[in-house]
């Protein structure tokens, strides 16, 4: 399995930014709860003397009125003395005049015959009666009694004015009451959206850290990972390298047994190698591409990803027919096989055989490469059954199992 794209990796320098964003936040945060709970204790406080405030208000209002009542009533009280006063004082002046124009001898029965009418009679009648009981002793009580009631007015007004001075004092207590909650309403109110503010901007700056923090977690497990998949590919390319190379010297043992051939295309015995029937996998590694169309492209090989200087063996005995530079290939090697096909190998970064050479079925002829048209390291191998060297491709992989070589991914 491909081991997939690195995810990001943050620095050490942005995870610590992110940490001391979040420290400073946090701070600020912790800062601003203090003054919110501060400007909190002060709200309640000064609610607290408010509400007495309304309350001393209140009641100076309530006694305001009282004073007022009772001041209301002694005035009312003092007309009334002072109306009653005149009034005697008019009722005698009339009936000393009359006297005193009438003479000594009127008597009671004269003063009281002398009336114009009922209503005049009444009156004569109860001023001489009220002058014979009492004479001048009521007129001096009544103004006692008018000193008494201009006291108690004057009192009740000082009173009232005193009362009003109060009220007046404890409405002013009242505003300024009412303005100090309103100030400290509007403080409290501030700083709680302050701590809103520094509260996102903690909440913010934690989302950063974690996310951070997760992609770090994410590139270090991306590295296992990585280093894992590398180190089971590394292990199977091993495995798969032995098996390559000890079917590869089987074949070439086999090919000795009856008569291997050298560098020159001759038998060691003096004679021209016959070849062997032996095939074997040209290249150890992973079935990258396989034989077909491919993103709207005919493939005519099957492609064997392996790292470069990978072993390439001649998948059967044969001759070089041309060894080198290849259009598309870069390096590539042909090799007319005994059976009359032609197998190819692309894409080699190195050849060790030349054309015109004979070569044995597990000879290594080459090692894989990067070279020509290639995405990755690689060996691009085919098999022209034919004979030609351009064409007549066809599915290695088939041609192969046929041939009692197995190659799977395909």
């Excluded at 009127?106 to 009492?134: K, M, W």
Aim: one cysteine or more.
């Amino acid at each position: 399995m491909a081991v997939p794209a690195p995810p990001p990796n943050p620095s050490d320098t942005e995870i610590g930014a992110a940490q001391s964003a979040q420290d400073a936040a946090a701070a600020e945060v912790g800062r601003i709860a203090a003054l919110v709970a501060a400007a909190q204790v002060e709200l309640e406080r000064v609610t607290v003397q408010a509400e007495a405030a309304s309350a001393a208000y209140l009641a100076a209002e309530e006694a305001l009125q009282q004073a007022q009542a009772t001041a209301e009533q002694t005035a009312a009280q003092l007309q009334a003395a002072s109306d009653a006063i005149d009034a005697a004082v008019a009722r005698l002046g009339t009936f000393a005049r009359d006297s005193y124009m009438n003479g000594s001898t009127l008597t009671t029965t004269a003063a009281l015959l002398d009336s114009a009418g009922p209503g005049e009679l009444i009156q004569r009648a109860a001023l001489l009666d009220y002058v014979g009981d009492t004479q001048v002793d009521v007129l001096d009580q009544l103004e006692i009694a008018r000193v008494q009631q201009a006291n108690a007015d004057s009192a009740a007004r000082a009173a009232r004015d005193a009362m009003a001075a109060a009220a007046a004092e404890a409405e002013a207590a009242k505003a300024a009451s009412d303005a100090q909650v309103a100030a400290q309403q509007a403080a409290y109110t501030q700083v709680t959206a302050e701590k809103a503010g520094y509260e996102q901007q903690l909440q913010a700056a934690q989302i950063r850290l974690l996310e951070l923090q997760g992609e770090r977690d994410a590139y270090q497990q991306w590295q296992q990972q990585k280093a894992a998949e590398e180190a089971a590919a590394a292990a199977e390319a091993a495995r798969a390298a032995q098996e390559a190379a000890a079917a590869a010297a089987a074949a070439r043992a086999a090919a000795a047994g009856t008569g291997s051939s050298g560098s020159d295309g001759t038998s060691r015995d003096g004679g021209v190698a016959t070849g062997s029937s032996n095939y074997v996998k040209p290249t150890s590694g992973r079935v990258s591409s396989c034989f077909g169309p491919r993103w709207g492209t005919m493939t005519y090989g099957l492609d064997i990803a392996a790292p470069i200087g990978t072993p390439i063996y001649a998948a059967t005995s044969g001759v070089v027919k041309r060894a080198g530079t290849a259009t598309g290939f870069g390096l590539a090697v042909y090799i007319l096989g005994d059976d009359g096909a032609v197998t190819v190998y692309g894409h080699i970064n190195r050849y060790f055989v030349n054309a015109g050479e004979r070569v044995v079925a597990g000879q290594q002829i080459a090692e894989v490469g990067n070279r020509g048209q290639s995405t990755g390291p690689h060996l691009h191998f085919e098999v022209h059954p034919n004979g030609a060297m351009y064409s007549g491709a066809v599915d290695p992989v088939p041609w192969l199992r046929a041939r009692g070589v197995s190659i799977s991914g395909c």
